[in-house]
Structure formats: C-alpha cells, structure tokens
C-alpha cells in the first residue's frame, strides 16, 4: 500500500505544477493543502527548511512524517516509489539528459519571473531576449513530438508544461509571438496544454488568480496591455 502523501501549494507556484503534474502522471491519490505565501502559516515555517512550496509529506508506515521539498527531488522520489507509468528514460545517458533539460527549464523560469514582474522597459526587454534565446535552444533539441522525447510523456514535460502555461495567460494581454518562429516548440505547448496531468495541476481560476498578480505588481506586461486596450 503506498504512503499516504500531501502536496503543500501555493495557487500560482510553477514548482507546485510540476509535482502535481507527477502525481496524476502516477495515478496518485493525493491531499493538497494550499497556503498563502504572502502570509506563511507558523506550521508551514517549521517544516520548510527554506520557506518555500511545494513540501510533500510523506507518511511513514512507523507513524511518523517525512517532509521533502524542492520540486525536482519530490518527482524523483515519486518516479522511484510510486507505480504507474514511467517518467524518466531507462537508459542512464539518456536520463542525465532529461535532467539536465530539467534544469534548463528552471532557468528559463527564473527569465520569467523578471519578464513578468518588471515595471522597467530595459529589463523588460533583456528578459524577453533570454527567454527567446533559451526558446531556440529548445527548439533544435525537439524531435517529432508530441511530447519532449516523442511518444511518451517525461518528467521534462512535467517541469516545461507550467512554463508554457504562462504565456496561455500573458498572451492574452499582449502577444509575445515568442513561439511564431519555433513550430516545434509551439506544437510541444499546445500537447502539453491539452494533457489531462497538466489541467489538473492548477484551480480553474488560474488565469484570474495570474492576472490579480500582475495587477499587484504594477508590471509591464500589464500596463502595456492596457496601453493596447485603449488605443
């Protein structure tokens, strides 16, 4: 019988996604427990080493409780634990690989966070440059799809799906058209869009929760769609 698990979230928290998008992946029955960063509960605090999400608590059959956290150590514990369908390549090489695009995928995230939140047209422009830079790498180690490695659906799709899934959202403000010239990549969102794993990862209220944060930070991104709005 597997251990009883709960995923500790926040609503927007792309690492978050990820481990959600594993554990539906894996058929797993799961809590999810959703906590305001902004106002970190004391008993969140005590069990996160660097007061971050996602946490999972893992129940151990001795009663007590294992916490892990950050996101790509909690889809390897579930790729090594859990049954269901495998999300990591058999071949060593070949996984190393996947793992290190999952890294490059937490790079591209961290661009993100600038190009989102920004209220400097300088910056603002820097981050879309990286992000386009990194985009075209992406692109040139893309096969046929649909997915990262063809056929069958990987721990890269679980860490690349939140990302795209901004632009699903900043794109209805202001077309970034990062993706007209990067076919591969643009089929590889749209698949991963429709993938049941990566609906279910987050609220449906998504889309308003994201656009409530870049109201709040005054960025950018949302100024100038306003800007288009009113022209």
Known sequence: MSQPLTLVSHLLCPYVQRAAIALHEKGVTFERVVIDLSAKPDWFLAISPLGKVPLLRVQRPDGGETVLFESNVICEYLEETQPGARLH????????????????????LADLWGYETTKDAEVFAQKRQALADKFARVEAALGDGPFFAGERFSLVDAVFAPVFRYFEVFDRLVDSKLFDALPRVDAWRRALAARPSVRAAVVPEYPEHLMDFLRKHESLLRTRAEEVRAA
């Open 89 to 108: 390549p058999e071949d060593p090489l070949a996984r190393a690989e996947h793992r290190a695009w999952m890294e490059f995928g937490s790079a591209i």
